[in-house]
């Protein structure tokens, strides 16, 4: 009888272990990464394209997703910044669960730019437009936010005792200042990718190369914490694939948290401190890219590495 | 043939009723295609936002009736409804042309709300995409991104429209408005001459819509270009 209680008591105690779910972690006040996916599916109607995956994604890693297509990688992409709303599941950036509804997404947005294949640069407006409509229009937004509240508490100062006035927010910049200081790093940005002559011009007259390259600076002048890549060189012509990896090396180099879905082997190789592959929904194995290629376990992933490498 | 049309036309007075009625018609085509086209683009916005809230889908199912209602009836009919079974009967009293305009624009307005909806549509969704990945609104991307595009696209079949709805103020003379057609009619029942009015009211309609199909043209050559301009 002692003997099966003290079982019972080894097996509560088991049970009561330190709840690990992110929500508990935040509650205790640890730290969680960059971006964390709890249990997250995705499901288009019957179909389950994502199958409960948790992950993370920690500070300064370069993280590449391979895998066969159809097997749920830019589906998984797409749902860390919510473009694709999760059927269930959490995903954590900075702490904040995008899924939840009453979190302002456009504010975490900002600081997750994404590349997409198709570049999806805004074919009404000239590169430099390109560039500066987010940084603009976001600045101006906050600006007469800020404005606003200052007008509401000079009001209510009106009602209020000397001693008992509040002070009014800051306003250490003007609409001129925000337009010129996002033109000027638009500027500075198409410098550095060698198209400063291209700021005038229409999407439509330039190469994919080039439309690649200008949509990943569009996403750097919001000076992201992390970058999405979802195939960025897959709807390129093979010559232009080299300008494009570059500029990411040189981001991944710099230190960008990076997430990257792509069929570029050699490229996830070279840059990637971690590799997943994914096929049918679920993350089949994951490790470094020495690991990966060099020494597959999962029978899917050799299967797969034997057809494209 | 001649001398009779030239004595209603001109010593009765008969251009005066004309000019008239060319100005009744061009309000009611003008400004029927505007509120068409607000109406319109309204309704198109709420029906592709309409899988985002509840909210939204019941607008968009109020959308889907008001579409149904007025492009499953004939403008004849509707004109006569408005007028006997509305206007009347509520004792709102005001002129026939305001109320051509109401009708028409209701009527252009559910056929604008297709097209605008096509146009909106035939944007690629990449590009709603790419502006809220920038942490860019539903709203911003649209007013900012996609609607400029739809636009342009949407061009052409919008000057369809505008010709379309041009021909159709022909019937508003049903209920008692003075426009082209009715204009000629008078001129044609005066005297029972009625060759030539009616001739020559089919050459005015033909004239109206060459012109605005120069007009039509020449906007449309000049947004294609912007997009070229480098």
């Known amino acids: 009888m002692k003997e099966e209680v003290k079982r019972q008591l080894l097996a509560s105690d088991a049970y009561a272990e330190e709840d690990v779910s992110v929500a508990a972690r935040l509650a205790r006040g640890e730290r969680v990464a960059l971006i964390e996916v709890e249990n997250l599916t995705k499901k288009f109607g019957d179909l389950v394209v994502l199958d409960d995956i948790t992950e993370k994604v920690e500070q300064g890693e370069k993280v590449a997703i391979i895998g066969p297509s159809g097997s749920g990688k830019s589906t998984f992409l797409r749902c860390l910044n919510v473009l694709e709303d999760p059927t269930s599941g959490a995903v954590y950036f900075e702490g904040a669960n995008l899924v939840d509804k009453k979190v302002d997404i456009n504010l975490h947005r900002r600081r997750m730019g994404m590349v997409f294949q198709q570049f999806n640069l805004f074919n009404n407006m000239n590169v430099l437009k390109n560039i500066t409509l987010a940084p603009v229009h976001i600045g101006l937004h906050d600006l007469r936010k800020t404005k606003a509240k200052n007008a509401l508490l ?40 060698g198209l400063a002559d291209k700021a005038n011009v229409y999407p439509s007259t330039l190469s994919g190369g080039q439309r690649q390259r200008i949509a990943i600076v569009r996403a750097l002048a919001m000076n992201p914490k992390v970058m999405l890549f979802d195939e960025p060189t897959s709807a390129l012509d093979p010559e232009m694939v080299g300008e494009v990896l570059e500029l990411i090396k040189e981001l991944a180099d710099e230190g960008m948290t990076m997430v990257i879905v792509t069929h570029e082997m050699g490229f996830a190789r070279e840059v990637a401190t971690r590799v997943l592959f994914m ?31 | 043939m001649w001398d009779s049309f030239y004595e209603q036309f001109i010593t009765y007075d008969g251009y005066k009723l004309v000019l008239q009625g060319l100005q009744n018609t061009m309000v009611i085509a003008l400004l029927g295609l505007v509120i ?94 790419a502006g809220r990945t920038l942490g860019l609104s539903f709203t911003v991307t649209m007013l900012k991104v996609v609607f400029p595009q739809a636009v342009k696209n949407v061009v052409p079949t919008l000057g369809n429209e505008l010709i379309a709805i041009t021909k ?8 008692g408005t003075t426009d082209l057609t009715l204009a000629f009619s008078s001129l044609a029942s005066n005297d029972y001459k009625i060759i030539l009015p009616y001739i020559f009211l089919a050459l005015v309609y ?25």
């Open chain 2, 168 to 175: 159709d103020t022909s019937v508003a003379g049903y209920v």
């Open chain 2, 36 to 129: 068409g086209i607000v109406l319109g683009t309204i309704v198109a916005v709420i029906h592709v936002a309409g899988t985002r809230s509840k909210v939204a889908r019941v607008f968009a199912a109020v959308g889907d009736v008001y579409t149904t209602i007025f492009r499953g009836t004939p403008i004849v009919v509707q004109l006569l409804v408005f007028h006997f079974v509305i206007f009347l009967p509520l004792k709102i009293n005001i002129n026939g042309v305001w109320e051509s305009v109401i009708v028409f624009g209701l009527n252009s307005g559910a056929y604008v709300s297709e097209i605008m909806r096509g146009g909106i549509q035939s944007v690629d969704v990449g590009q709603l995409e």
């Open chain 2, 206 to 230: 033909l004239v109206i819509v060459i012109i605005f199909t120069v007009i039509i043209r020449v906007v449309e050559r000049r947004l294609r270009k912007s997009e070229r301009r480098s």
């Open chain 1, 279 to 309: 096929d049918g929904g679920k993350i089949q194995e994951q490790g470094t890219p020495q690991q990966i290629f060099g020494d597959p376990q999962n029978e899917r992933l050799k299967d797969f590495l034997s057809k494209v490498l």
């Open chain 1, 154 to 193: 000079r009001f209510t100062n009106l009602f209020r005792s000397a001693a008992n006035k509040k002070t009014l927010l800051p306003v250490q910049t003007s609409a001129k200042k925000i337009r010129e200081d996002a033109k000027q790093n638009a500027l500075r940005l198409l410098a550095r990718i």
